[in-house]
């Protein structure tokens, strides 16, 4: 079993950066695409962005395109996303998760081992 903690929100003003962490442990690591997901109060778990196993594939939301950027380092177990100018609208918490597929998916349904997530909060 694979335990996912995420580190790294916190209060932030608009147009500000934050660089998000998940450190992974337990089963290895490395065969699972990892992906960042977001939920707003009121709101369902929306895809943020994912990572393939080696890093080499990425995928995001519309919404953060050119915002955000997702990056891996195997050798320490951890996720990154960077994020640039944000907006008041990014406010959520932010969740990382496994995905047992090679390619990540952009669906949490297909996520599990979900950490306990991190506040992100942008103000105007």
């Known amino acids: 079993q694979v335990q996912l903690v995420e580190s790294g929100g916190g209060l932030v003003q608009a147009g500000g950066s934050l660089r998000l962490s998940c450190v992974a442990s337990?089963?290895?690591?490395?065969?699972?695409?990892m992906g960042w997901f977001r939920q707003a109060p009121g709101k369902e778990r929306e895809f943020v962005a994912a990572i393939s196993r080696s890093g080499g594939i990425t995928y995001y939301a519309d919404s953060v395109k050119g915002r955000f950027t997702i990056s891996r380092d195997n050798a320490k177990y951890t996720v990154y996303l960077q994020m640039n100018s944000l907006n008041p609208d990014d406010t959520a918490v932010y969740y990382c998760g496994k995905d047992d597929a090679e390619i990540p998916r952009g669906t949490a349904y297909y996520y599990d081992s979900w950490g306990q997530g991190t506040q992100v909060t942008v103000s105007s």
């Open positions: 337990g089963r290895s690591f490395i065969p699972y695409a």
